[in-house]
């Protein structure tokens, strides 16, 4: 019996593949309409990216096959550009009916390569530039460099500086560059004070000895048998006092080495819940956020631009200090305690400061001065957020507005994007010399572009875009299909429920959710359930959607939820429980977090308290 359960588990990818779609084909031949037909595919796909028996972005691939093959896409939904195409297309010998079927897949494969898509290549390309160049490896150390190495100071300088570079580069990337830093750190924090502590000890001991000895010579009225006597005790003394100066050594050292094992177990946890908070902050900060802005986009065409980069960041940046500065205080209280002599450095020896500070400098100073790559680097990289801050701020009119067109915007976030990163294969990474030479003396070859499609080939995630698209496409199914609004009717009797508390319950299913999947499908599943349930109890679709959208990136419970946990768990000598211990607290913390603020500053903002004209999107399909 134990080998064949050896067997099936070895091969239960393959059973998956096989038995699932088997299992569930009931559903449309039971019921034969469109919404049954759509709802097989949206479950098919869930079972496929939970269970993950294929790649990710391959299940994502499955809306190119299924919608129409399965008539979801149907064949009036031919674009006007494809009709007016008849004529030109019969030339070619192809029937109508293969004309219907043609755009039927056409209509899905367009919701692979939208707005938010070049959005996410836009801002992927300037991260890969930043990386490729050390641009923030530089930052990194810098801003420790001004923090220090205080013990709650050091977790709080990481935990910032984590967060602020998973604001612009992947979650995955900052937590394996910060890593090693902060276990160096740590590690020359604890060699130093327990060689400070072994000299002290050292230094008592031999200071005790000679105070003995001075007593002993200066008592001249004992014998001289007397005197051998006592100098026989005293020398078995010194033997009993040496042992038992070596164990309390020993005892010191290894209190100290196991008090740095929790602060670097606590160091590690706070580096990569520090990235995953911080991806939240911006658009292109992590993949939930661009899923969002698609959705909306998607679902409801005339939303008018609600959300784009300068919208996300006022809403999600104050909720990431917010986030951050709760974990702060809870990791601290779990592994440092609130001791602020011990924590905040003011009983450290300022030795064992001085020389793990100089390992962040010797770091640093490793960089050089700053390149002209860099230089470049960064300039594009501070223009890119300028552009993005200012294209519609909403409160006054943007630069796209005013110098392209007053009516309507053409240009996007996304447009900004791909303009900026394509200046990275347009500028040279060295200052052009005209007359230089080469070491044999020939004239030298211009210098390469800061970025190369090799390197950019290596390290653009290709399997995110196509699960972008695939997302898209469940989307777009599901509205054509009529599933939307099947489920919006069925969600109806949840108006009697307040819509703070639905917010919060579906938070925690999310955040729950994404422990077990990754944020992008648990994303890429939810938001067009969470769109159409909003539009049927009418309320404002942000209200659900953007809280839930954030607490995908709430994976701090397990090590296989997201990539920063399991990089972090490989590195501070977790275990598991460590880090659910940790992680459950954050969970509802970052929940409670997220509906303070939707329902604060983020009424504000989107004018959550009504039901905006643009949701109102229930027609018959």
């Not at 590690?268 to 991806?279: D, K, N």
């Not at 990791?331 to 009983?347: A, D, I, P, V």
């Not at 970025?451 to 898209?472: A, Q, T």
């Not at 199914?477 to 919006?488: C, F, Q, T």
Request: proline letters at 5%; glycine letters at 6%.
């Amino acid at each position: 019996m134990a080998g064949i359960l050896t067997c099936l588990w070895k091969y239960r990818n393959y059973i998956v593949i096989v038995l699932t779609p088997l299992l569930l084909l009931p559903l449309p031949l039971a019921s034969p309409t469109s919404e049954a037909k759509c709802g097989y595919v949206i479950i098919l796909m869930a079972l496929y990216w939970c269970t993950e028996c294929i790649p990710l972005a391959v299940t994502a691939l499955l809306p190119v096959i299924l919608f129409p093959m399965m008539g979801i896409m149907e064949s009036n939904e031919v674009s006007p550009s494809l009709q007016q195409s008849h004529i030109l297309i019969n030339h070619f010998l192809l029937e109508w009916d293969d004309i219907c079927v043609f755009s039927s897949v056409i209509q899905v494969c367009i919701q692979y390569l939208k707005d938010s898509n070049m959005l996410f290549i836009g801002g992927l390309l300037v991260a890969i530039a930043v990386e490729h160049w050390n641009l923030h490896r530089r930052i990194a150390l810098q801003v420790l460099l001004i923090v220090g190495v205080k013990p709650s100071l050091l977790m709080i300088g990481f935990m910032g500086t984590t967060a602020f570079l998973s604001m612009w580069i992947s979650n995955t990337a900052s937590t394996a560059m910060m890593l090693p830093i902060a276990n160096a750190v740590l590690q020359q924090l604890c060699d130093t004070e327990a060689n400070a502590e072994e000299r002290e000890f050292n230094m008592a001991a031999a200071k005790n000895g000679l105070d003995n000895q001075a007593f002993e010579m200066g008592d001249a009225k004992m014998s001289k048998e007397l005197q051998s006597k006592e100098n026989t005790i005293n020398l078995d003394k010194d033997d009993s006092n040496g042992i038992i100066s070596s164990l309390e050594a020993q005892q010191r050292r290894l209190k100290t080495e196991q008090k740095y094992t929790k602060l670097t177990k606590g160091m590690s946890l706070s580096v990569c819940y520090a990235a995953s908070i911080g991806g939240t902050a911006t658009l292109t900060g992590t993949t939930p956020n661009v899923i969002m802005k698609g959705q909306i986009d998607e679902l409801f065409p005339d939303n008018g631009g609600v959300i784009n980069f300068a919208s996300w960041f006022g809403f999600s940046f104050p909720n990431m200090v917010l986030m951050l500065a709760l974990s702060w205080l809870w990791l601290q209280f779990m592994f440092l305690g609130f001791n602020l002599k011990s924590t905040f450095g003011c009983g450290t020896k300022k030795e064992g400061d001085r020389e793990a500070f100089q390992v962040i400098k010797d770091e640093y100073k490793k960089l050089g001065r700053m390149s002209f790559a860099e230089g470049c680097v960064l300039t594009i990289f501070t223009l890119l957020v300028v552009l993005w801050f200012t294209r519609e701020p909403g409160f006054i009119p943007g630069w796209a507005t005013l110098l392209f067109n007053k009516d309507k915007t053409y240009v996007t976030d996304g447009t900004v994007a791909i303009l900026m990163s394509a200046l990275f294969f347009c500028i040279p990474s060295k200052l052009p010399r005209c007359c230089g030479r080469s070491e044999d003396g020939a004239s030298s070859e211009a210098p390469a572009a800061l970025l190369n499609w090799d390197v950019v080939h290596e390290k653009m995630p290709w399997n995110i875009l196509l699960l972008l698209g695939g997302g898209f496409a469940l989307a777009h199914g599901s509205e054509k299909s009529g599933l939307s609004i099947w489920l919006g009717e069925s969600l109806i009797p949840l108006q009697s429920i307040p819509p703070f508390a639905i917010s919060i319950l579906l938070c925690l299913l999310v955040a729950m959710f994404t422990e077990c999947s990754s944020n992008t499908a648990t994303t890429t599943l939810f938001l067009p359930i969470l769109a159409s349930m909003a539009t049927a109890i009418e309320i404002h679709p942000l209200y659900v959607m953007f809280p839930c959208t954030i607490s995908a990136s709430l994976a701090f419970m397990l090590p296989v939820a997201t990539p920063p946990n399991a990089i972090a768990f490989s590195y501070g000598n977790l275990k598991v429980l460590d880090m659910a211990k940790a992680g459950f607290i954050l969970n509802i913390l970052g929940v409670i977090t997220i509906n303070i603020a939707i329902n604060t500053w983020g009424v504000a903002m989107f004018n959550l308290n009504e039901f905006p004209s643009w949701a109102n999107v229930t027609k018959t399909p």
